[in-house]
């Protein structure tokens, strides 16, 4: 069974940065497609952005420009670059395959103003 462990989450002020990092146990990561998704308290978890196994990336609009998606196949990692964090960013981050995996206990992420 696939296992997800997220990290690198913190508290960070306005405009500052983070690197998440999610761990993927089992080769069948590198032929998956990966997305990181994040929920803030009470509201949906939402899709923030998905790399596809040869490195083409898609954003929600509201980290585009800010968030970097990226996947070290050797490493069996994905991470996400947040630049320029904003309060709005506060949440807790969670990766995943398009495939629907079981969760991880995901990475918080707080961004005070």
């Known amino acids: 069974q696939v296992k997800l462990m997220e990290s690198g989450g913190g508290l960070v002020q306005a405009g500052g940065s983070l690197r998440l990092s999610c761990a993927v146990s089992?080769?069948?990561?590198?032929?998956?497609?990966m997305t990181w998704y994040r929920q803030a308290p009470g509201k949906q978890r939402e899709l923030v952005a998905t790399i596809s196994t040869g490195g083409s990336t898609n954003y929600a609009d509201s980290v585009k420009g800010r968030f970097t998606i990226s996947r070290d196949n050797a490493k069996n990692t994905v991470y996400l670059q947040m630049n320029s964090l904003k309060p709005e960013d506060t949440a807790v981050y969670y990766c995943n395959s398009i495939l629907g995996w079981d969760w991880g206990q995901g990475t918080q992420v707080t961004v005070s103003s």
């Open positions: 089992g080769s069948i990561f590198r032929v998956t497609p």
